[in-house]
C-alpha cells in the first residue's frame, strides 16, 4: 500500500477510536474542575452501551438509543451524585462502587435480554449511526479524508474544544474553578457549590452516556461484556496528561487513538514477529509510560476528591 495512503488511513482511524476517550475525559475534566473525583466513568459507560445497544436492538433507531443512553448515563452520575454529596461516601469509594455496579449489571442484563444460553454470534444492532462524509470538503486533498470523511461523532468532538473557552475564560469556569480550588470560600462569596457540582455531574453522565452509546451504535454494532475495555480509567489518564486542560487533553486522547489505529494496522499488514497479544496492550503500555513521565508536571485543583458540606 502506498505510505501516504496508508497514513491518511491511520490518522483518520485515530480521530475516529479517540473519539469515545475524548468525550469521557472531558466529562471528567468538569467534574475534576469542580473538585469531584469520579472513578465510576466506566461503570457509566458500560451502562450507557448496554442501554443504547437494548434500544437500538429493539427499535432498530440508533438516535432513540443514542438519546436514552445519554440519558442512563445522567441518571447513573445522579446516584455518583447522592451518594457523595448527600450521603457522604467518600467519592473515590463511591465511583468504584458505580464502576463495579455497571460491570455487574450489565452482565446480568445482557443475558437476561439474549437468554442464558451461550452463543457464538450475540445479537447485534442493524441500524447503526455510520460516517457521514460533508459535502465538497470530504474531497479535498488529504485533509479532506481525515477530517471531513468522519462520523457526525468525530466532528461533534471539535465543539468540545470550546470548553477550552468556557472554563478559562467565562464566569462560569471562574466559578467552577474556585469551587475546585477552596468550595468553602467559593460558598463564602456566594456561589452555589452544590448547583454547580450538580451541574456538572449532569454534564459528565450526559458526555459519558454518549462515550458509551457510541460503542454499540456506532464503532461496533453489539454488545459484550466490558466492551468498554478500561476506556473510563484511560479517561481519567487523559486528563492528567492533559493537565486540566481540554486542549491538551484532545492531543493526548489523540495519540491513544493512534497508537490503538497502528496496532490495529500492525496485525492488519501481519506482522509475524510482533505478539498480537503485545500489540493490543501496546496503547496502554504507552499511556503508563507517559503517565509516569509526565504525569507530575501538572497540578490537580486543590479540593479534589475532598469532601464539602456546608456549615451554615
Known amino acids: 500500500m502506498d505510505i501516504g495512503l496508508l497514513v491518511t488511513y491511520l490518522l483518520r482511524d485515530a480521530l475516529w477510536l479517540m473519539t469515545p476517550l475524548?468525550?469521557?475525559?472531558?466529562?471528567?475534566?468538569?467534574?475534576?474542575k469542580a473538585g469531584v473525583l469520579n472513578l465510576g466513568i466506566e461503570g457509566m459507560m458500560l451502562i450507557s452501551a448496554f442501554v443504547a445497544?437494548?434500544?437500538?436492538?429493539?427499535?432498530?433507531?440508533?438516535?432513540?438509543?443514542l438519546l436514552i443512553g445519554c440519558l442512563a448515563g445522567i441518571l447513573v452520575n445522579l446516584l455518583f451524585y447522592i451518594l457523595f454529596q448527600l450521603i457522604g461516601v467518600d467519592q473515590s469509594l463511591a465511583g468504584l462502587s458505580i464502576t463495579i455496579f455497571g460491570s455487574g449489571v450489565t452482565f446480568f442484563a445482557f443475558r437476561a435480554m439474549i437468554g442464558y444460553s451461550t452463543s457464538a454470534s450475540p445479537p447485534v444492532v442493524k441500524n447503526i449511526i455510520s460516517d457521514l462524509p460533508l459535502p465538497i470538503l470530504s474531497r479535498l486533498p488529504i485533509l479532506g479524508s481525515i477530517l471531513f470523511d468522519q462520523n457526525?461523532?468525530?466532528?461533534?468532538?471539535?465543539?468540545?474544544?470550546?470548553?477550552?473557552?468556557?472554563?478559562?475564560k467565562s464566569d462560569v469556569g471562574l466559578k467552577i474553578r474556585t469551587i475546585g480550588e477552596d468550595p468553602s470560600i467559593a460558598d463564602f462569596i456566594g456561589i452555589d457549590v452544590y448547583k454547580f457540582r450538580l451541574i456538572c455531574v449532569i454534564v459528565q453522565g450526559f458526555l459519558s452516556g454518549v462515550a458509551g452509546s457510541m460503542l454499540t451504535i456506532s464503532i461496533y454494532n453489539t454488545f459484550l461484556d466490558n466492551i468498554t475495555a478500561g476506556l473510563g480509567f484511560i479517561a481519567i489518564t487523559m486528563v492528567i496528561l492533559g493537565g486540566w486542560n481540554p486542549i491538551r487533553i484532545f492531543y493526548s486522547s489523540f495519540l491513544f487513538g493512534l497508537i490503538y489505529a497502528l496496532q490495529f494496522r500492525v496485525q492488519m499488514y501481519g506482522a509475524s514477529w510482533l505478539p498480537y497479544q503485545f500489540a493490543l496492550s501496546l496503547p496502554y503500555i504507552v499511556t503508563i509510560i507517559l503517565l509516569a513521565v509526565?504525569?507530575?508536571?501538572?497540578?490537580?485543583?486543590?479540593?479534589?476528591?475532598?469532601?464539602?458540606k456546608r456549615i451554615r
Open 294 to 308: 509526565f504525569g507530575r508536571k501538572y497540578r490537580p485543583p486543590t479540593s479534589l476528591g475532598k469532601p464539602y
Open 22 to 32: 475524548f468525550y469521557a475525559a472531558i466529562g471528567e475534566f468538569i467534574v475534576e
Open 53 to 65: 445497544f437494548a434500544i437500538g436492538f429493539l427499535f432498530e433507531n440508533p438516535y432513540i438509543a
Open 152 to 168: 457526525p461523532f468525530v466532528y461533534l468532538s471539535f465543539l468540545l474544544l470550546f470548553l477550552f473557552y468556557v472554563v478559562e
